[in-house]
């Protein structure tokens, strides 16, 4: 029986999106998972074929005892892969290990950290200035040595999702920020870098025998607040023709410079002053709704080339669709319990419209976004132009009404 095997997943978005994919491919699924509320909803994975809760996904022998009980059972493992942070190199390591085709184990080792990343493109233009802080050096001490290079960027460097990332614009912000983390964080160094001013930009990237195949250029629209919150996605892009010939060749230059000759990742950029900065750079398909948002541009299901590639076979990205997409994402703003949402139906009915999704329950604590996981819903519209597709998402969105008790 060929299988797929994934490590984690989330329950949604483009790691769920993939394992369903693999299902329609042909092929029987097997989802690891450290989550044990997983298992108690097992009736709502039904693409899993068979799932396996393990306390520590990252525990190597655990899998491997696990993967040789698969093998007795039959499963011909055809290949192993994770689109969740931070287990896409332990797939990587468990690949090569079963002689399976895998994406470059020393790129994503070095894309897992954002200080290797840093380390590692030290040397070229589109990196930012940076400082890797060791834990044992006080705060103020920090604050002295920066307090004339504000604004700053303070990072936890194995942040994802816009998690643990802060932005000081004051000394009192720095320090603040420092501390924050080092309270979360006690014996972690922290990652502070310059802060870049631009418009910000998401890069899809497969890369196919030392190819560097560019899927999709995404604006991202980001909230007026200090935790760099993605509430709007654009594709594709309004890039001019110097824009995007630099942008590829930047893309190129990084992916080069760190060794990745075959995989997938996306990267986050700003243009600044004419050039293109790295914000970051993450060995997998960005999260959420990004399948779906270049799904509905393309028509290219991009999880399935990734599942391709790691089959060995060549990514097609042909595309059958030309369309702007717009991703309207929904936060709340005050810390509340959901009693219930209403307008799903409406916000489905109006023309354009291709999904509404819903995350939270009933009974669920929802707060104000301090990271990615705080954003509760969206809605994607696909028109002709790019303003008429963020007029209806953003009309859509409006609909979505999150009635909540107080907390």
Not at 103 to 132: C, G, H, W
Not at 277 to 283: C, G, M, R
């Amino acid at each position: 029986m060929d299988t797929i095997i994934f490590i984690g997943s989330n329950k949604s978005g483009t790691s769920r999106e993939a394992i369903k994919t693999a299902e329609q491919m042909g092929f029987f699924t097997v989802l690891f998972t450290d989550r044990e509320k997983f298992i108690e909803q097992r009736e709502e994975f039904p693409d899993v074929h068979q799932m396996v809760y393990l306390e520590d996904l990252q525990n190597r022998e655990s899998l491997k005892g696990q993967l040789g009980l698969l093998k007795r059972q039959g499963k011909n493992i055809k290949a192993c892969l994770s689109l969740v942070d931070p287990f896409v190199y332990t797939a990587t390591l468990l690949s090569i290990e079963l002689g399976l085709m895998h994406p470059s184990p020393a790129a994503i080792y070095k894309m897992e950290e954002k200080t290797r990343v840093r380390k590692a493109l030290q040397d070229l233009d589109m990196n930012p200035f940076f400082i890797v802080i060791p834990s044992e050096e006080p705060a103020e001490k920090v604050v002295e040595r920066f307090e004339h290079s504000l604004p700053l960027i303070v990072k936890y460097p194995q942040s994802n999702g816009s998690k643990d990332v802060i932005l000081a614009e004051t000394e009192r912000e720095l320090e603040q920020g420092i501390q924050l983390l080092r309270k979360q964080f006690p014996e972690q160094a922290i990652l502070i870098e310059e802060y870049l001013n631009g418009p910000q930009f998401l890069i899809e990237v497969l890369v196919w025998e030392g190819k560097v195949l560019i899927v999709g250029v995404i604006e991202q629209f980001i909230s007026k607040n200090d935790r760099f919150i993605v509430t709007g996605y654009h594709y594709p892009a309004s890039l001019s023709e110097t824009q995007h010939e630099k942008l590829e060749s930047v893309v190129k230059k990084v992916l080069s410079t760190l060794d990745m000759t075959m995989g997938s990742c996306h990267l986050e950029m700003r243009w600044v002053n004419g050039e293109w900065k790295l914000i970051e750079i993450n060995p997998r398909v960005s999260g959420g709704a990004m399948n779906q948002i270049l799904h509905e541009g393309t028509g290219i299901n991009l999880v399935q080339e990734i599942i391709k590639i790691h089959l060995g076979q060549e990514p097609d990205l042909t595309q059958s669709k030309h369309k702007h997409v717009f991703a309207q994402f929904i936060t709340v703003a005050a810390r509340g319990m959901l009693l219930r949402v209403t307008g799903k139906n409406r916000a489905l009915s109006l023309e354009g419209v291709k999904e509404v999704y819903v995350k939270p329950r009933k009974g669920a604590i929802l707060t104000p976004p301090y990271s990615l996981g705080e954003r509760y819903a969206y809605v994607i519209a696909s028109a002709e132009s790019f303003p008429e597709a963020k007029k209806i998402a953003e009309m859509a969105a409006k609909e979505i009404k999150f009635f909540m008790e107080p907390l």
